[in-house]
């Protein structure tokens, strides 16, 4: 008859119960109340958020502040604290169900729980698809400006590629999609760069009144590189950085043993959305009739566009400091075998 073999992934010598405690981490404190107590500022701070803007004149401040709408900055605000909690009770239902967690573990989730049922309801899924409605009209918009204002002899735009054009556009919808990219992939270059570059564009106008009050959150949480220059010694700047929210997420969930969530880039993407319409218009510049100087300058106007954002992007990378030790640990071991 065969024999059983002993378990080989149990430490040798060690009765099962043994092994699995010697696989545990270390149980560490990691207590929400603070965090949330920030959270309730930061979302008093979006819903009345004081001057993001400082100059030496009063008038001129709030004229700054005043051009600079912050539409949509209490749900922004709202959503990021949403996506945290939703992390953070995952990670306690994680400890919980390997008996790694500190002795108010439960109440934690429970205050978590809370804490998100006060927050005003989730949108509905539909709000979704506005954003792509939204694009679609503006696209249709430019594309009637530019019919318009077409040159008469048809030297650049010829009305065979402005037909092209019309014809593709007014297929976008999910459905035609497929289709749509197909058509796109195999027709003239000219008629491929203009699409490309005028649906980049529509996302562009539709995105880009959204950007102030993505960075005004960003500002209201502390996030790395939100908050410099004049930013600082303005009031919303002062009161966020003494709130410090970003720095109460990064311990939170380093005594959790998780890396910090990264932040989203959506306001670097729109902007980036220059750089594809400028290398667009200089593919365009570069067909005949080849207009190689135009070309020449919008790629670098573009390339000078993206040294920009990279800057911007590498403020915003997590730092090794950051980093929980058990993963710095693991990154640093050798590899075995």
Known sequence: MPTESPAQDEPAGLPRDAAGAALRRPVTRADVDELLCRYRAALELAADPPPSRHTRFAPLT?????ARPTWGLQRLVVEHIRGRIALLDRRYCLRLALGEQDPNDDQDRAALALFGASLPPARSRLWV?????????????????????????????PGKIINQLSTITSDLSPGNFTETLDTLMHTNPKVTALALGLLTLSAYIVWRPLLPAFAVKRMIFAMPGSIGGRAARSELGRRAQALDVHRAEVELFA????????????????KGAIVAILVALALLALLPPALPLIATLLLGVAALRTVWLARRWRERTLRR?????????????????
């Open 62 to 66: 709030r004229m700054l502040c005043q």
């Open 255 to 270: 005594a959790l043993g998780m890396r910090p969530p990264s932040d989203r880039a959506m306001d670097l993407w729109v």
């Open 321 to 337: 400091d950051l980093v929980t030790p058990h993963v710095r640990r693991g990154d640093s071991a050798p590899s075995s075998g």
């Open 129 to 157: 698809a506005a954003p792509l409605l939204a694009l679609v009209g503006v696209a249709q918009l430019l594309l009637a400006l530019l019919m318009r204002g077409k040159d008469n002899d048809g030297t650049l735009l």
